[in-house]
């Protein structure tokens, strides 16, 4: 039999409630609570009974939905091997608690379910009817509410020097996702919208923010110089963080063009095809696979990310998000890979310290976007959008999907705009 998925909740119902079931399983998962349905779980040839048996002896807490029908024979069965093994041995017991559904009453609960105590749901369009059930759960909510990766795990991608100066560039693979915000998304906005399937193609990306050191290795390089001069020294943060070198903070206070530059720079020393990330592109890297707010998953902490964890009274906004806490406002970049985490594709920073710039031109929504991962032109060639938040915005501006919707002209620097480059194959 294949190992049992880790899950923190056992659903328990009968086939009769399992559409209502199917769709509160889906409500807790967008909460990062992991869930066992039979149907998802079960395959053909399982041995249902010992699979029942060896998954209900790994579940910390079992939730018994009872419909306007009662409980269904299975859940009796499940019910009754969690008396033999645990309550009559004294043993410890996962926790049970039997769930009232819509339309259902007490006089549904079957006396085995009576000496616990219940919870009632009236309605699955009220999330606080939902929070009923995350309430129950606040260890397992703080222990996996975030999905986070180590630095130290190994990605596929690679590292060269310039000037003895490391960059890390990570493959990102190909693949499709859903672009943009629903209405439903705290703090989205009608520019994240239509949402739209876009395919992307391989590529390489950075795997943290340009850094100053790898600016000044750069820029001093007047050698290489395409268009324009670079300041080899732009960034307003110049002390160490913490006993970490200066150099380690992203480079910041740099304006679309010099992004620009520096990528052209860059490809001409290594004979590479650097630049900057079309919007696709970075939205995709940085979701890496998920439809959440943040790739954490729904909230995010100032323990995972340096933004603004308190409130912006001056803007009127919050300094959480969803059901997250408040945090610390640093009020200063932190070093690139501070926090010691990656999303699922191994990138590092890509919520909050700095904004990154990306190649599009400003459009002010998705109508009749590309569909091809390519920067969308044809737009206003005097902006460009900045993407992920940075050090001084609180929570909402550093979601996934967020555009900055201020129209920052391409010219613009300010010590929270930085920017992340990617390589893709060939030459343009």
């Known amino acids: 039999m294949p190992e049992l998925k880790e899950f923190d909740v056992f659903l328990s119902h009968s086939s009769n409630d399992k559409e209502i079931v199917r769709a509160i399983a889906q409500k807790l998962e967008r909460k990062s609570i992991r869930t066992w349905v039979d149907e998802k779980q079960f395959v053909g040839g399982d041995a249902w009974t010992g699979k029942l048996y060896e998954t209900l002896d790994k579940t910390n807490i079992v939730f018994f939905f009872i419909g306007t029908n009662g409980v269904g024979p299975w859940q009796y069965a499940e019910m009754d091997y969690l008396y033999r093994r645990y309550i009559d041995s004294k043993k ?4 049970i608690a039997p769930v009232l559904l819509p339309g259902a009453s007490t006089d549904n609960i079957p006396n085995y379910l009576k000496d616990f105590h219940f919870i009632s749901i009236n309605s699955l369009d009220d999330d606080d009817e939902i929070r009923k059930l995350l309430n129950i759960l606040p260890k397992l909510q703080q222990k996996h509410r975030f999905r986070t990766k180590l630095q130290k795990q190994k990605f596929q991608g690679y590292r060269e020097y310039i000037d003895k100066v ?5 493959l990102i693979p190909d693949g499709s996702f859903t672009m943009g915000a629903p209405e439903s998304e705290e703090g989205s906005n009608d520019d994240e919208r239509p949402q739209h399937n876009v395919t992307i193609s391989a590529f390489l990306m950075g795997r943290y923010p340009v850094t100053q050191e ?15 001069d670079l300041n ?15 150099w380690r903070r992203p480079v910041e206070n740099v304006n679309w063009y010099e992004a620009v530059e520096f990528c052209e720079r860059l490809s001409k020393l290594t004979e590479k095809n650097y630049r900057l990330p079309s919007e696709a592109e970075w939205e995709y890297a940085c979701r890496a696979g998920t439809t959440t707010p943040f790739h954490f998953g729904e909230t995010i902490t100032t323990d995972l990310a340096n933004y603004r964890g308190t409130e912006d009274e001056e803007m009127q906004r919050s300094g959480s998000y969803g059901e997250g806490p408040k945090g610390e406002y640093r009020e200063q970049t932190t070093p690139v890979g501070y926090f010691d985490v990656v999303n699922s ?16 031109e400003w459009h002010d929504n998705y109508e009749n976007a590309p569909t091809d991962g390519k920067p969308w032109l044809n737009g206003d ?3 460009s959008p900045l993407r992920g938040g940075s050090w001084d915005n609180v929570p909402l501006y550093c979601r996934s999907a967020f555009r900055d919707d201020y129209f920052i002209r391409r010219d613009t620097h300010y010590d929270t705009f930085g920017f992340r480059i990617v390589c893709s194959g060939g030459s343009e």
């Not at 410890?92 to 926790?95: E, N, R, T, V």
């Not at 790898?214 to 324009?228: G, M, P």
């Open 92 to 95: 410890k017991s996962p926790k």
């Open 166 to 170: 490391p960059l890390e560039m990570v």
């Open 214 to 228: 790898q600016w000044r290795a750069i820029a001093s390089r007047t050698d290489l110089k395409v268009n324009l």
């Open 232 to 246: 080899p020294d732009p960034s307003y943060f110049k002390e160490a963080y913490q006993n970490i070198d200066r």
């Open 345 to 360: 594709f191994g990138l590092s920073d890509m919520h909050g310290n700095v904004w990154e710039w990306c190649a599009d």
């Open 381 to 383: 060639d005097t902006c």
